[in-house]
Each structure stands twice: as C-alpha cells, then as structure tokens.
C-alpha cells in the first residue's frame, strides 16, 4: 500500500486544497491529511474544527476514488511526520513560482534528514491558483463573497466566526 503525506494547516480547507487532495489520490492508496498544529500562525479554527471540517470534506472524495483518506494533527518536524504515519512521500501543492522557492528549500532540507521519503508537487488548477486561506479569511471578514473558494460548509463556519 503505498501512503502519501499531505500537510497544512488547511486554516480553513478550500477548493485548492480539494483539489490537491482528489489528485493526490490518484498517486496513492492511502492519504495521510497532516494538520500542522503550528501555534505561531495564530489560525482561526482550533485544531479541532480544522480537522472536524478536512473529515466531512474528504468524506466524498474518499467514496469516489477509493483512496483511504485520513486526517492526523501534527507538531513534530514534517519528515518525523511523514514516518509516523509511514508515507513513503509527501504530496505539495502549488499556486505560483512563490511558492515552489519556499518548498524547493524544504525538500533539500527533508532529503537531509531522509533521502527515503520523496515529495511530489501537484500545480493548482488553473481556477484554484489564487486560491489562499488567508486570503479567504480576510474576504470573509470584510463582507465578500467567498463562495468560489470554499464549499457552502466552510463558508458556514467563517460566517460563524465573523458574525
């Protein structure tokens, strides 16, 4: 059974990471949502609600491709991560050039510590590349319409915490 590693804080899940994650199944048998507990970004949703929120999102992805989908909060280093749930690679998606420097770096660091583990970029869609959770957040704090980002879920929860 091949295991693969999709990590974030997914603060809140949106269409991009959907998308991410129904490719991703195509690559592997088993996906591995990792929910990066990182305390320095301060995110909206606990811990809790980001993973309660990733569970019924996934749920139908889950039952159309028949990859196992299942979500694991994390706070160790990612590589430590990747072997505790033993995904043999770590799955990243990406928007713009932007992103791929940043995770070019992180790569060379993970094949430091574990050449084993191997990572694959998925580029976003085309109508997800903008896509950005905290881009999403602002939108919905100012009044936008955030309903091409995000499923009706989502949208009901950011509503909830912004009132």
């Known amino acids: ?9 997914f603060d809140p899940i949106t269409l991009g990471h959907a998308d991410i994650i129904r490719r991703a199944c195509s690559l592997v048998d088993r996906l591995v949502i990792g929910v ?27 039952r159309q491709t028949g990859c196992e989908i299942v979500v694991h909060p994390f706070e160790n280093l990612l590589i430590h991560c990747a072997r505790d ?3 043999g690679v770590i799955l990243r998606g990406l928007r713009a050039v932007a992103d791929f420097e940043y995770e070019y770096q992180m790569v060379g660091m993970n094949r430091a510590m574990d050449d084993s583990i191997e990572t694959v970029f998925l580029m976003a869609e085309a109508q997800h590349q903008a896509i ?6 602002e939108i919905a ?12 879920a989502v949208q009901a929860h950011l509503a909830d915490k912004f009132g």
């Not at 059974?1 to 804080?9: F, K």
């Not at 950005?132 to 957040?137: E, G, N, P, Q």
């Not at 100012?142 to 980002?149: A, K, M, Q, R, V």
């Open 1 to 9: 059974m091949r295991t693969g590693l999709y990590p974030g804080t």
């Open 141 to 152: 704090r100012l009044g936008g319409d955030i309903s091409g980002f995000v499923t009706p």
């Open 132 to 137: 950005a959770s905290k881009l999403v957040k």
């Open 36 to 62: 990066a507990i990182n305390r320095d970004k301060g995110p909206l949703f606990t811990l809790e609600e980001r993973v309660a929120m990733i569970e019924v999102e996934c749920a139908a992805l889950e």
């Open 85 to 87: 749930v033993g995904a």
